[in-house]
């Protein structure tokens, strides 16, 4: 009898969700993908998904080892049981640019977008997101101007994480144009075998 496969919750409009899925696509590990309607109150969500998530949110992540949520938790997790990556020596390095993506662009560009696309948000309150966006994809901008990855020359998750959002970067109405070391290093992860959109990626008709 054949071990049953790791499970992954997630939505096509989370970010976070996308940076676990296209980490597990990276790697090659094959796992079930399970949509998450979020539209419903958290306690009114698909009954599998509310007896094992610990926040009501996604990601969850579960394998023989448990159950894990949040996404950067998890791509530590999995960056660190594979030693790919960026988990081998460069572990303390991705954690410190794991913990700057929640601090920013996970915060930033996705409340921002948020904002805009789902909410009726105070227009001081998008003013100051989008000042934040501005001022952390300059940070970014700063790394790429000299160097193609994070961590150098070799993709990590580290990328995966700061990446997640910017593919939503049109519907925060920010031109990444203005930012052109940071494109580039969008392409070059496009052009990693296995990367796809989170639209793609994590379209329902893929989950069960």
């Known amino acids: 009898m054949s071990a049953a496969l790791p499970i992954l919750y997630g939505n096509c ?37 509310v007896a094992v998530s610990p926040y009501g949110e996604v990601p969850v992540f ?14 530590l997790y ?27 662009i996970g915060f930033s560009l996705a ?19 989008r000042r934040r966006t501005e001022a952390d994809l300059d940070r970014l901008a700063r790394e790429f101007d000299r160097r193609p990855f994070l961590l150098g020359e070799t993709l990590g998750v580290a990328d995966i994480s700061c990446a997640g959002y910017l593919f939503f970067a049109d519907q925060a109405e920010v031109d990444l144009g ?14 990693t075998s296995g990367w796809a959109h989170p639209y793609e990626l994590m379209d329902p008709k893929l989950a069960t």
Not at 40 to 49: S, W, Y
């Open 178 to 191: 203005r930012w052109p070391s940071v494109g580039a290093w969008l392409d070059r992860l496009c052009c």
């Open 78 to 104: 999995l960056a660190r049981r594979t030693g790919l990556l960026g988990g081998g020596a460069d572990l303390d390095r991705t954690t410190q640019w794991l913990f700057w993506e929640a601090n920013r």
């Open 13 to 49: 409009e989370s970010g976070h969700s996308y940076k676990v899925r296209q980490t597990l696509v990276l790697l090659g590990l094959a796992h079930e993908y399970r949509y998450v309607d979020l539209l419903p109150p958290r306690a009114e969500r698909r009954a599998d998904f």
């Open 111 to 129: 409340n921002l977008r948020f904002a805009l696309r789902f909410d009726d948000e105070d227009p001081g309150v998008v003013a100051m997101l």
């Open 62 to 75: 579960i394998d023989d080892d448990g159950v894990m949520a949040q996404s950067n938790a998890i791509l």
